[in-house]
């Protein structure tokens, strides 16, 4: 029992390094967008920004064990 606690505390440990990971990803990505001359560049560094965004929200939830926002369900409630 003692060592799936151990297994668990690891897992988080990990998802926690990799949330982190994920928000410099995003951060970068969101910077380098707003600096681009280049358009089509500017956007693809946009859309990477949001999958960055996504996968660490994603991560969060399953770090806390809480679903994810509503409105990331497609909108169907609004």
Do not use: C, V, W
């Not at 996968?55 to 990331?72: A, M, Q, V, Y």
Request: charged share 40%; proline share 1%; aromatic share 2%.
């Amino acid at each position: 029992m003692a060592k799936n606690m151990g297994t668990a505390e690891e897992e988080k440990t990990f998802l926690l390094k990799l949330a982190g990971l994920e928000d410099l990803a995003e951060k970068k990505t969101k910077i380098y967008s707003r600096l681009l001359t280049d358009t089509a560049l500017a956007e693809e560094m946009e859309g990477l920004s949001l999958q960055h965004e996504k996968r660490k929200e994603t991560l969060k939830s399953l770090i806390t064990g809480e679903p994810k926002d509503k409105k990331d369900s497609g909108g169907e409630a609004e």
